[in-house]
Each structure stands twice: as structure tokens, then as C-alpha cells.
């Protein structure tokens, strides 16, 4: 009976899902090569409005050939805000905030996402200001060197002076030879220190033209009044420059990178092993992330239930899986209790790598994995303002706004064999950087 009651749970769970996550939407593009996408919910009076660009920290700025610059998109992430012709000096955010409403931004290596979320009547004001700051931003000096300034305060704050703050850097720089993710998405600070004016403005006019980019309005709009707006804001601004990227491919990894990284904000070190992977949109990368769920998602995922939970030699261990557009990044780790060597600890958690590769995961595990990833779906645009990043999103980076709806169709349709032949053939010791994280070594006075 009550293996009955599970089944039947879970039909209606993924039942539910396949109605609660269709969504409505309306695409059409701008003469200037600007993409809109619009989605029509009128069940709450807010809307968001959002642009991403497809521009990332693996874009770099100044002469690609003589002396390129690391962190110009993450830097424009802040310079946007500094204000344009018809928005003072530090008023972005104030017009925002004194209408009711809330904005944010965020860049990784691939993309840079801005957004405004305002009650419904301000969809005009919310269109008014992503058009200006695509439009005519203030570039100049003062700007330049006060979000200097913030970025290095940034990075002080959440990477040099934050515990085992540079894994991610460390591991990069040894998964990448020649391709572009191998560098910070901070960037270095005497690239930007050494950077011209007239480099950050030719950055500028290069990746943030409207046919780089896509619109995203959605919440309680009219659609055909949206559609109105959008024309009146954003079909003056000028078409730029079409980019052409021509990345340099990374050669396979066939023998153990070892490394070591020692972090003074640190006395307990990790291991980490760190394998290049396929990027996100091929299906192995959706595999992988079910396998990062089964080894870490949750107390009662493998390797904490193993390690934390029952063998205590762990205080932390998990898998995560970073998705990137050319390679993403597979990565494994484990922060050792009491006398446990890391040696010792990566042994364990390669060992739990190895029975995957060996026989199937369970059925009972498996459809496990797979309500996790239905309520996953669910959540992921439960909100509008979840909605609006999806939709930029699948369409810039994914080339199709459809998996909105039917991403979960991939999941559905991944099998334990899959798991266990991709687990082969990725998650090899030869394939991988095995990082030793310590605390910095202490200097005899």
C-alpha cells in the first residue's frame, strides 16, 4: 500500500509540474537586432523588466594581441549604474527605490544580467531606464575611477579575504591552458588599474549594442501595450557591431594535474579534484548535474551521509557542478575532521565515484533524483522574476526559449545507465586536477 501511495505521488508531482511550468510567451525583434520577449501574468501587480547581455568575464577588453584586460564585464556590471545623459551622478538606484521598486545585476564568465522589479504602473519608468543605459551611459573618468575602487573593495571582501575564497580561481587556472575561463571573473585589479579610458568606451561600444542583447518583460502587463513601449524606448538606439569570438580549444587532459593553493583566511585544508566537462548545452552536462545531486545534494546524498554523517572524517564533502557555456567545471571536495589525511579523504570519495561507475545507482535512489528535479523545475519560475531570467537566459545562452517548458523533458528522459556510462567517461583520475587547498605556510622570523 504504501508503495502505491509513493507511485501515485509522484504521477501527480510530475502531473503538476507539466501544468504549473507552462509559460506563456510572445518574441519579436527590433529592427536594430534587439530581441524582446514578453510574458503575460496578470496574477500579481508586478513586473520585471530585464536585459542580458552576451558579454562575459571571458570577454576580455583593451589589445586582445598586446596587452588584454581581465574583469571588463564584471567592471561594467557596477559602471552601468554610475548614470547617463538624462540620469545623474548615483541616481540610478534612487529612482528605482523611490518608485516602489528593487534592481540588481550579476556576470559570470558567459553572460551579464541586469533587472528592475517594480509594481505594475512603472513598467514605463522600468523601460526608460534599461533604454537609457543601453542608450547613452556616462563613461568618463570620475566613473571610471570610483567603480575602480568598489571592485577592489569587492574583491577584497569576498575572495582575498574570504575563506577558501580562491578555490574556484585555483582550480581554473589549472583545468585551463588557453581558453579564456582560465582568468579571474573579478578580474586581475592591475589590469583594471593599467586600463585606459578609451579601452573601457571601445568595450562598451563593442558588446553592449541592442543586437548583443535581449529584453525580457514580464508580470502584469498588456502585452500589446508592452510591445508599444518597448518600440517607443529601444528601436532609436543604433545597431552596433556584430562580436565574433574565436576562443582557442583546450587539449584533453590524459594524466593528474596536481596543485596546491595555500589560503591564509584558512586553518582546516580540502581537497579538491576538478574535471573539465562538456558546457551546457550538451546532454552530458545534464547528466552530470544529476550526478553532483546524488553525490551532495542534502544530508542523505552520498558523500555526507557517508563521510559527515556515519564515518565522521569529513566535516564537509559534496560535488558541484559549475555550468559554463565551452567547458564547464566538475568539481569534488572534501574538508577533513580530526587526524584524517586528505589523502585519505579523496580515497573515500573516489571510491564513491567508483561504484558509480561499476553498477547503477538504485531505483529507489534514482527516483529520488528525479522528484528533486521536478521540484526544481517547479521553483525555478514560481516567480516572475524567475521567469524573466529564465527566459533571457535560454534564449541567449541556450538558443532555445522553449526549454522554459520542456527542459525537464531532458531529466525525465535521463536513465541509470546514462548516469553510469557518463560517470565513466568524465570523472577519471587521469582526467582531473586534484588540488591540495592548505593554510598558508607559516614563515620562520
Given at each position: 500500500m504504501k508503495k502505491c501511495l509513493l507511485i501515485l505521488a509522484?504521477?501527480?508531482?510530475?502531473?503538476?509540474?507539466?501544468?504549473?511550468?507552462?509559460?506563456?510567451?510572445?518574441?519579436?525583434?527590433?529592427?536594430?537586432?534587439?530581441?524582446?520577449?514578453?510574458?503575460?501574468?496578470?496574477?500579481a501587480p508586478v513586473i520585471t523588466v530585464s536585459v542580458m547581455y552576451d558579454v562575459g568575464g571571458k570577454d576580455l577588453g583593451g589589445d586582445l594581441e598586446k596587452a588584454p584586460r581581465t574583469g571588463f564585464a564584471h567592471f561594467f556590471e557596477h559602471l552601468l549604474f554610475e548614470g547617463t545623459k538624462n540620469i545623474?551622478?548615483?541616481?540610478?538606484?534612487?529612482?528605482?527605490?523611490?518608485?516602489?521598486?528593487?534592481?540588481?545585476?550579476?556576470t559570470s564568465l558567459d553572460r551579464t544580467y541586469y533587472y528592475e522589479v517594480f509594481p505594475s504602473n512603472n513598467l514605463e519608468l522600468a523601460l526608460w531606464l534599461e533604454s537609457e543605459r543601453m542608450l547613452h551611459p556616462v563613461i568618463d573618468q570620475v566613473g571610471v575611477d570610483t567603480q575602480n575602487e568598489v571592485v577592489k573593495e569587492e574583491k577584497r571582501l569576498r575572495y582575498d579575504n574570504s575563506p577558501?575564497?580562491?578555490?574556484?580561481?585555483?582550480l581554473s587556472d589549472n583545468l585551463f591552458e588557453v581558453h579564456p575561463y582560465k582568468n579571474k571573473n573579478i578580474g586581475?585589479?592591475?589590469?583594471?588599474?593599467?586600463?585606459?579610458?578609451?579601452?573601457f568606451q571601445a568595450y562598451f561600444k563593442k558588446w553592449y549594442g541592442p543586437n548583443n542583447a535581449v529584453l525580457v518583460v514580464a508580470g502584469d502587463i498588456n502585452?500589446?501595450?508592452?510591445?508599444?513601449?518597448?518600440?517607443?524606448?529601444?528601436?532609436?538606439?543604433?545597431?552596433?557591431v556584430d562580436p565574433v569570438r574565436n576562443f582557442p580549444k583546450e587539449k584533453p587532459i590524459t594524466e593528474?594535474?596536481?596543485?596546491?593553493?595555500?589560503?591564509?583566511?584558512?586553518?582546516?585544508?580540502?581537497?579538491?579534484?576538478?574535471?573539465?566537462?562538456?558546457?551546457?548545452?550538451?546532454?552530458?552536462?545534464?547528466?552530470?548535474?544529476?550526478?553532483?545531486?546524488?553525490?551532495?545534494?542534502?544530508?542523505?546524498?552520498k558523500l555526507y551521509k557517508k563521510l559527515v554523517d556515519e564515518k565522521k572524517m569529513a566535516l564537509q564533502a559534496g560535488a558541484i557542478n559549475i555550468d559554463q557555456m565551452d567547458y564547464s567545471v566538475?568539481?569534488?571536495?572534501?574538508?577533513?575532521?580530526?587526524?584524517?589525511?586528505?589523502?585519505?579523504?579523496?580515497?573515500?570519495?573516489?571510491?564513491e565515484i567508483v561504484k558509480m561507475q561499476n553498477e547503477l545507482i538504485s531505483e529507489k535512489d534514482f527516483q529520488k533524483l528525479q522528484n528533486k528535479f521536478e521540484n526544481r523545475f517547479v521553483n525555478s519560475n514560481s516567480s516572475v522574476e524567475g521567469i524573466a531570467g529564465s527566459l533571457a537566459t535560454y534564449y541567449l545562452l541556450y538558443d532555445d526559449v522553449n526549454l522554459i517548458n520542456n527542459e525537464i523533458d531532458i531529466y525525465?528522459?535521463?536513465?541509470?545507465?546514462?548516469?553510469?556510462?557518463?560517470?565513466?567517461?568524465?570523472?577519471?583520475?587521469?582526467?582531473?586536477v586534484e588540488l591540495e587547498y592548505l593554510p598558508k605556510e607559516k614563515t620562520n622570523n
Open positions: 509522484s504521477l501527480m508531482l510530475v502531473g503538476f509540474s507539466s501544468q504549473a511550468q507552462q509559460v506563456d510567451f510572445e518574441e519579436f525583434d527590433l529592427d536594430n537586432g534587439l530581441h524582446v520577449i514578453l510574458h503575460q501574468d496578470n496574477t545623474g551622478k548615483g541616481e540610478y538606484s534612487k529612482i528605482i527605490s523611490a518608485n516602489g521598486g528593487n534592481n540588481n545585476a550579476n577558501y575564497g580562491q578555490f574556484l580561481f585555483a586581475e585589479m592591475e589590469d583594471l588599474d593599467a586600463s585606459t579610458l578609451e579601452e502585452s500589446k501595450d508592452a510591445k508599444s513601449l518597448v518600440k517607443k524606448y529601444f528601436e532609436d538606439i543604433p545597431r552596433g593528474t594535474i596536481k596543485a596546491k593553493y595555500h589560503d591564509p583566511n584558512i586553518q582546516i585544508p580540502a581537497i579538491i579534484t576538478a574535471y573539465r566537462t562538456p558546457g551546457f548545452k550538451e546532454r552530458d552536462a545534464y547528466v552530470l548535474s544529476m550526478v553532483s545531486a546524488y553525490l551532495s545534494d542534502g544530508k542523505s546524498s566538475y568539481a569534488v571536495y572534501g574538508l577533513p575532521l580530526g587526524d584524517t589525511s586528505l589523502e585519505t579523504l579523496l580515497a573515500e570519495i573516489d571510491e525525465r528522459s535521463i536513465t541509470r545507465q546514462e548516469i553510469q556510462d557518463v560517470v565513466k567517461k568524465y570523472l577519471n583520475p587521469n582526467q582531473r
